[in-house]
Structure formats: structure tokens, C-alpha cells
């Protein structure tokens, strides 16, 4: 049987951009992750951008029946460990110690893929693993939020 033939329709949805700089990948039925690509542009634009991201991430999670069953949204990158508050100021819980239930499975997938989603100059940087809950991610970004989490941002 082929991967797509299992009847799984989560298991045709791999990486997906949902602008310029974030995008997400179903990790499985349970957990998206989402991956911000490092820019020059300015700070004041790229966390535009990644609010808008999160934004539509959170329309997928509130409308797509196939996401109905996502438990996490998590992030794992160095950027987080250079900048961990970056991943706190947008509502991330970061995993210092990397003792999420999650967090190993991520690290090692991370360590899978460095060399093709990593620039080569942060190669040396460890990973960190950062998580939100669906229901913290639908408040602070979903279509139900009273704004006041994004206008913290």
C-alpha cells in the first residue's frame, strides 16, 4: 500500500507556506509544526508577518476538519535558543530543558532536516523546542479572540 492510499487524508498534507515567512508542517494527526524562515526585512515586518501567519493558521484549525483532532502547535529551531523570547512573545512555552513529551521526537526530526531547512552559518546552534496548546493558539490567534493577545504583539 502507498503512503496516500492508507486513507488517511492527513497524510497527504505535508508542508505548506502560509506567506512569505511562516509556514507549517502536519506532523501528524495531533501536532503542527510551524517554521518561520530567517529574513533581513525588519523587525517590525517580520512580526507582521508571522502574526498573519498564525492568524491563518488558526482559520485552518478552526474550519478544516481535517485538523480536528491537532492538539499542539510547536516550534522547533535555533532561533529559539538564540532568541527564546521571540518564540514567548508569541505565546510559545519554551522547553529549556527539552522535557516535553514532544520535545524528542522533534529534536531528532529537527537534526534530520538541518541541513536542508538550516542555513549552513547555524548548523552549530542546538535546536530549541517550543509548544502551545490548540486552545491557547485559537485564543491568542483564532477568529473567537478578543484581540487583546494580538494587540499585545
Not at 93 to 112: F, G, I, M, T
Not at 128 to 136: G, I, N, P, Q
Request: glycine share 4%; no cysteine.
Amino acid at each position: 500500500m502507498k503512503e496516500n492510499e492508507s486513507g488517511n487524508p492527513l497524510e497527504k498534507i505535508k508542508s505548506k507556506p502560509l506567506n512569505d515567512l511562516v509556514s507549517y508542517f502536519l506532523v501528524n494527526p495531533k501536532e503542527i509544526s510551524v517554521h518561520v524562515v530567517p529574513t533581513e526585512s525588519n523587525l517590525q515586518n517580520q512580526v507582521s508577518l508571522i502574526r498573519e501567519g498564525f492568524v491563518q493558521l488558526a482559520q485552518i484549525l478552526e474550519t478544516d476538519p481535517r485538523f480536528s483532532e491537532v492538539e499542539a502547535v510547536t516550534a522547533t529551531s535555533w532561533i529559539g535558543m538564540e532568541h527564546p523570547n521571540s518564540l514567548r512573545y508569541f505565546g510559545f512555552e519554551v522547553d529549556e530543558n527539552q522535557e516535553h513529551p514532544l520535545a524528542k521526537r522533534a529534536l531528532q526530526r529537527y537534526s534530520l532536516r538541518r541541513v536542508v531547512n538550516v542555513p549552513r552559518e547555524y548548523w552549530d546552534i542546538e535546536p530549541m523546542f517550543a509548544f502551545m496548546s490548540r486552545e491557547d493558539f485559537l485564543v491568542r490567534y483564532g477568529s473567537q479572540s478578543d484581540g487583546q493577545s494580538q494587540r499585545n504583539l
